[in-house]
């Protein structure tokens, strides 16, 4: 008998050894049995730890049968991780296109899972019509936009990233604001700015404010960790609504990593009574050694670790994979690899190209197993 992906089920599933067991082995489950109901693998064991599991995926869930197998199977929520960003809704002035979140959205709800919007404001990728813009006439689009896109989808997403990584993440300024359009308009007032106006258009998706590198020791990631808090406080001191500070945990094995001080940043979170989510799960192994069983290794211990560490904190309530399978992964995408001299192809996720689960699932399982008992 062919085992199935994921082992545990239930319960009384078996053993962790089986279970490693499986690793490697022939799958029927991962790759497209559709009798499983929405979320009953890797989601049914999130479920259990009081946690929601999912995946950051666009586009390619719909072209691909297999790939939209593996996610129903394992998954309880879909973040589209282009289609609902601001160059993808207004990739011209005054042009909006919904139709390709709208089809990711309808997606999720037809099959039972929640939908993440990722994300309204992000200096990062602008779209070339907002460059040459005063910053009285980048307000005029910031309010337009708000107005347009939030009402759109409201009530149909679990939640918001309001704002995606407002601090800078380069070495020479760590911890300040990142540059773009939006701090042009508003200077830092454009976060208060895009969480009172969310809420009020709203009333029920959860608002994240979402960012990256606070997993890492290093100076980068220290700074904006300090920039992080200091943030929420001035935001919560004059009275926004905020609900979650979204942690991307694109896992950096090249970047220092201290359990203690991470630990105490979540805990710092937690009593400023803000839910947890990791946003962005992935493992950036280009700086991994070895053959793909080391490489594959390594990557799941670092997610067993983390994982370990930020499931004790109760504030934490989701973790998202970004890309559940190798295949789709944008740590493959060229624009990315052309950019490094790579020894080797990118594996940063759960599942590899032929949708069957690597260590890295079973340290995910295992982590949602071992959480909260
Ligand atoms: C990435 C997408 O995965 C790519 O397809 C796209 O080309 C660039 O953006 N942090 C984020 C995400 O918050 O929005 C980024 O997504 C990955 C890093």
């Known amino acids: 008998m062919k085992p199935k992906w994921p082992p545990h089920r239930d319960r009384d599933a078996p053993t962790r050894r089986a279970a490693l067991g499986l690793i490697g082995g022939a799958l029927s489950l991962a790759t497209g049995s559709s009798s499983a109901a929405p979320g009953s693998g890797l989601a049914a064991a999130a479920a259990r730890a009081g946690l929601v ?37 207004q990739p011209e002035q005054g042009v909006f296109h919904f139709e390709q979140g709208d089809a990711l959205v309808g997606f999720a709800e037809r099959n039972g899972l929640l939908a993440r919007g990722h994300a309204l404001f992000w200096n990062d990728y602008p779209p070339a019509w907002l460059q040459n813009k005063s910053s009285a006439e980048l307000a005029t689009v910031f309010d337009a936009y708000l107005d347009r896109v939030v009402p759109h989808f409201a009530g149909r997403l679990h939640s918001w990233d309001v704002v995606n ?34 809420a009020a258009l709203d009333a029920q998706a959860k608002l994240v404010l979402n960012e990256a590198w606070t997993e890492c ?50 805990h710092a979170l937690s009593a400023r009574k803000l839910d947890i989510y990791l946003t962005e799960l992935d493992v950036v192994d280009d700086a ?64 590899d190209e032929n949708m069957q689960p690597k260590p890295m699932a079973e340290a995910i399982a295992g982590a949602f197993r071992g959480a909260r008992g």
């Open 53 to 89: 599991f999912g995946v950051a995926a666009d586009s390619e869930v719909l072209a691909d049968p297999a790939y939209r197998a593996l996610i129903l199977n394992n998954c309880r929520l879909l973040a589209p991780s282009n289609s609902l960003k601001f160059a993808a809704l």
């Open 165 to 198: 990584e407002p601090f800078w993440l380069g070495r020479d300024r760590p911890g300040t604001f990142r540059p773009g359009p939006w701090l042009r308009a508003f200077g830092e007032d454009y976060v208060e700015r895009a969480f009172r106006r969310t």
């Open 217 to 266: 020791a290093s100076p980068v990631g220290l700074a904006v960790r300090a920039s992080l808090l200091a943030l929420v406080d001035r935001l919560q001191d004059r009275g926004v609504k905020i609900d979650a500070i979204g942690l991307q945990g694109h896992i950096m094995p090249s970047e220092p990593w201290d359990e203690e001080s991470f630990a105490e940043f979540l």
């Open 288 to 351: 991994l050694q070895g053959g793909v069983a080391e490489r594959d290794g390594a990557a799941a211990d670092l997610t067993r670790r983390l994982l370990k560490l930020a499931l004790d904190i109760p504030a934490v309530k989701m973790v998202v994979a970004w890309s559940l399978s190798d295949k789709y992964s944008w740590l493959r995408n060229p624009w990315f690899t052309s950019r490094k001299h790579l020894s080797h192809v990118a594996r940063p996720c759960p599942f």
